[in-house]
């Protein structure tokens, strides 16, 4: 298996614009994760779905972010409207049940 | 509320120096305590799964031992090569839910 695919890898956007993180967990895991991570405040957990369906949501920020995950193959993390302090590295993971969580090699968001 | 503190922050050791790591945590119905290590530019990488309170992993170097309100990483004569992040993280009651502590930074010098 490829691993956990996650695109794009770095992703530079002007304040207000759109930004869409994309992600393919590992084939067969039942759980993915969504993070961020800062100098600041490490590793923080956005949003997590087990079996497609969003089970906790409480980490997002604000508004601003939505998550989906339409099938069991991809996911999304949207920022609307994206502001400098949402900059960045997002990585998304997954997991086959509550065992070792896999994780991507994350997108670098830079919000100018 | 649940949390996970990692100590020290940073780390600097010589070559062949052993230290350890330390994981303190706080969770409801712990479900697991992982150890994973990142380094620069990269995702963090599995290292290790302890469940119960007495239990030991060993990786080359790294052991990792876990008591019922904290965790060790016990690195042996390390080498540059174990320069990294060393996260832990614990797995909270039956939601899967994975809260990550702070991470210490090793630095290893020749």
């Known amino acids: 298996d490829a691993g956990v695919i996650q695109s794009p890898r770095h992703e530079v956007t002007e304040m207000g614009q759109e930004v869409t993180l994309r992600c393919k967990p590992i084939s067969g895991h039942d759980y993915l994760f969504w993070y961020r991570q800062t100098m600041m405040r490490g590793l923080e957990l956005l949003i997590y779905?087990?079996?497609?369906?969003?089970?906790?949501d409480s980490g997002m920020p604000e508004d601003r972010f939505s998550a989906k995950m339409p099938n069991a193959s991809f996911s999304t993390l949207k920022i609307q409207p994206s502001e400098p302090r949402d900059s960045a590295v997002y990585f998304c993971a997954s997991s086959l049940g509550i065992q070792k969580a896999f994780f991507g090699q994350g997108t670098r968001l830079t919000v100018v | 509320e649940d949390q996970v503190t990692q100590s020290p922050e940073a780390l600097r050791l010589q070559e062949g120096e052993s230290s350890s790591l330390n994981c303190s945590y706080t969770v409801s119905g712990l479900r697991g305590l992982f150890w994973y290590r990142q380094d620069p530019g990269k995702g963090p990488e599995f290292l290790f799964t302890?469940?119960?309170a007495g239990e030991e992993k060993e990786k080359e170097r790294l052991k990792a031992t876990l008591t019922k309100k904290e965790s060790f990483l016990h690195i042996t004569a390390p080498k540059p090569e174990d320069s990294a992040t060393y996260l832990c993280a614990a797995n909270s009651g039956n939601t899967g839910k994975l809260i990550f502590g702070q991470g210490t930074t090793l630095q290893v010098k020749p």
């Open positions: 779905f087990n079996n497609n369906v969003p089970i906790d």
């Open positions: 302890l469940y119960s």
